[in-house]
């Protein structure tokens, strides 16, 4: 695979309701990293607010924000300034009515690239995402859609893939995103322990986890990036959820080449296509798949 090598960098933080606050804790570790040599920073899933899909309140619609808009808009003025790529996650109010759960990708001179919107969306105990976030729309080649659904990004520095946290237990998104070249697939996330269940289960969920994602970067020869949230945040009756952080990065054959733990952390790694192109010669599961056997997979069951 051609290309140069390039940095990457995660911003493994806690939020708040402190918009103005985060938002400036953030661009201080987005310096950070970039002055680590980063060159595409990626912020974790709604990084500029807490997690609030723990309770279904219409009014946390309020929280949404329009692409182009402020908070978007300062994260522009900050890649041009820094010369760098950055993925943004926020909540997006689409329309009236139409909200996403979305990723701005914006180049090192500050435009923008284009808007993921996360296709897959949970309806979990504390995680009820279904009641805020429309999925994005499936992308038709050639027909005039909107380019929504899975997509590939040409930044100044190399070609990305973005998911969003629950999209990352589908092979099928990592895949789709893989064929069409990504050289990193980026996780934003926002991943946690309900408190009932972390010394019975902690340990097992988050090895679950990086577990998955490793399994995407070694069945399609690419790297893998997951940013995860950390700190404690609760909302009025609830138990709370403990965001566990564990932000990583793998390379194409699975090795994690950098990891974070529990606490605030800017973390950076290497991304060099020729250990794509090497993995993939050694490896060549994208020659030997069967596309003419898949049809099924576009069926929901098969008995």
Known sequence: MSGRPFRIGLIQLSAGYDKDTVVATHEHKVREAAGRGAQVVCLQELFDLPYFCKVND????DLAEPIP??????????AEELGIAMVVPIFERRASGVYHNSAVVVDADGSVLGVYRKMHI???????EKYYFTPGEIYRRGTGAAETGFRAFDTRFGRIGVLICW??????GARITALM???????PTAIGWHPSEKEELGAQQ????RTVQRGHAIANGVYVAAVNRVGFEAESGTDGIEFFGHSFVCDPFGRVIAEAGTGPTVLTA????ARIEDTRRNWPFLRDRRIDAYGPILSRWLA
């Open 206 to 209: 988050v090895d679950a986890w």
């Open 69 to 78: 808009g402020p908070t978007v808009e300062r994260m522009q003025a900050l």
């Open 167 to 172: 999209d990352q237990w589908y092979p099928e």
């Open 122 to 128: 949970p309806d979990d105990p504390f995680y009820y």
């Open 181 to 187: 070249g990504a050289q990193a697939l980026f996780y």
């Open 58 to 61: 219409t009014d946390h619609f």
């Open 270 to 273: 290497d991304v060099d296509p």
